[in-house]
């Protein structure tokens, strides 16, 4: 437990460092040649619920790690099932951090699901075995949560290369806990994903295939199961996008990211129909403007508040906030929280 006189400073090293990140990678990304796009119907809210998580991974966007103390609070939490009840939300996509590490992670995911609402869960895997958070994958079950879990390799050594040593077989244990609950199976509505994400500068491989031996190995090899596996491109943002810059990579993954643009990406990127809410409630056309602190191409000149968007309708046909990270969504085979788009 951290010492309540020393949360001050930790917020304030690490609000340094996030804002580190973002002053050394934003100016790489001003200029863009990127196409612009505009808004479709609003159908999905993914709420960042703080920067707070068990585990600092070296591709996380977020910049998350064990002593960041920022955190949605319950009032916030209110104001997002206000805004989902308008009725053009259907999905509560629930990111980090660790989401579940949110004190009022299960106030909201309830409530939630009390309004018919489906709720996603991006969990870490290995949160399900952390001191406080064992009942967590009952929970989710009893509340038919859809769990769309990161393991960024089905290997060992390049899972605790890009988490931390020994966050596989944390993973493992907590793959199984959910397999046991019914997550993951034929005969279950329990929907349990998988998230890869590549290692180096390198565009994720064909999502299908990837998928295959994603499920031959873990299936031989431990006896595990899941539903399906999303295949995402690192942005080069904070983190990331930082540790590109220090080791001279920046411009070449850039590169390789406008060399495999592909048009037909554009009608299916996730900010078309996607929302993005930080922790305070400030919202973004994604989760990565959202690190870049990119204000809505709805209102460009200004930050703007879930409290002051009262209608989603009127982001209907609205432009959206585009930089160069924009060309990591429509590379190759595409990329979004949901995976590849062809």
């Not at 990304?29 to 808004?39: G, H, K, T």
């Not at 690190?291 to 930050?303: E, F, S, V």
């Amino acid at each position: 437990m951290i010492p309540k006189e020393k949360l001050p400073l930790i917020t304030a090293t690490f609000i340094l460092v996030a804002t580190k990140h973002m002053q050394e990678v934003l100016p790489h990304l001003e200029l863009s040649d990127f196409p612009a796009i505009n808004r479709n119907d609003l159908e999905v809210l993914q709420v960042n619920l703080g920067y707070l998580c068990n585990l600092s991974c070296t591709h996380c966007h977020v910049n998350a790690g064990p002593k960041r103390t920022e955190l949605m609070v319950k009032e916030t939490v209110d104001l997002v099932l206000d805004f989902i009840n308008q009725g053009s939300i259907h999905t509560l996509d629930l990111t980090g951090g660790a989401p579940e590490m949110n004190p009022h992670f299960k106030y909201l995911v309830t409530k939630a699901r009390a309004m018919g609402i489906e709720v996603i869960d991006r969990c870490n895997l290995v949160i399900l075995e952390e001191p406080g958070f064992e009942d967590s994958a009952k929970f989710l079950a009893d509340n038919k949560v859809i769990i769309t879990a990161s393991l960024p390799c089905y290997l060992e050594d390049n899972v605790d290369k890009q988490r931390g040593k020994g966050t596989f077989k944390t993973s493992l244990s907590g793959l199984k806990k959910l397999n046991n609950l019914g997550y993951g199976q034929a005969e279950s509505d329990l929907q349990l994903n998988l998230v890869f994400n590549p290692q180096g500068i390198n565009l994720p491989p064909e999502q299908k295939a990837l998928e295959k031996a994603y499920k031959e190995h873990l299936q031989a090899h431990y006896d595990i199961a899941f539903n399906k596996l999303f295949a995402i491109t690192n942005l080069p943002v904070q983190r990331f996008g930082s540790m590109l810059l220090s080791k001279g990579l920046f411009n070449d993954y850039m590169q390789l990211l406008k060399d495999n643009y592909r048009e037909e990406n554009l009608s299916g990127v996730m900010c078309r129909n996607t929302l993005s809410v930080d922790w305070q409630g400030f919202v973004y056309d994604c989760d990565f403007n959202q690190m870049l602190q990119l204000p809505l191409g709805a209102n460009p000149t200004q930050k703007t508040h879930l409290r002051d968007l009262i209608k989603s309708s009127l982001l209907v046909d609205a432009p959206i906030s585009v930089r160069q990270h924009c060309y990591g969504c429509t590379a190759g085979q595409g990329s979004s929280c949901g995976g590849a788009l062809d």
